[in-house]
């Protein structure tokens, strides 16, 4: 079984939110439902980015450092071209 970091993009304001999961279309489909607290009030969600992780430890520790100061600013750059058009 295979994990997944995952950064969505609000179309309502803009902000990014982080996650990870072990189903990322099924996970992508509840978060455009409304079915996930942290986000239904920000739809609909975008998929901007996402890393595939071999173990669910490995997908959390991501996680964390991508919402980091220091995580933030590696997806800055790695996301430099969509992000400026």
């Given at each position: 079984?295979?994990?997944?970091?995952?950064?969505?993009?609000?179309?309502?304001?803009?902000?990014?939110?982080?996650?990870?999961?072990?189903n990322?279309?099924?996970?992508?489909?509840?978060?455009?439902?409304?079915?996930?607290?942290?986000?239904?009030?920000?739809?609909?969600?975008?998929?901007?980015?996402?890393?595939?992780?071999?173990?669910?430890?490995?997908?959390?520790?991501?996680?964390?450092?991508?919402?980091?100061?220091?995580?933030?600013?590696y997806?800055?750059?790695?996301?430099?071209?969509?992000?400026?058009?």
């Amino acid at each position: 079984m295979y994990f997944y970091v995952y950064v969505l993009r609000s179309e309502k304001d803009g902000l990014f939110y982080t996650g990870y999961t072990n189903n990322l279309r099924e996970r992508l489909k509840l978060h455009n439902e409304g079915k996930v607290n942290s986000t239904r009030n920000r739809l609909p969600l975008t998929l901007v980015y996402f890393e595939g992780c071999l173990n669910q430890q490995d997908a959390t520790h991501r996680e964390k450092y991508l919402k980091t100061s220091w995580g933030k600013r590696y997806l800055k750059q790695r996301m430099k071209d969509y992000l400026t058009g």
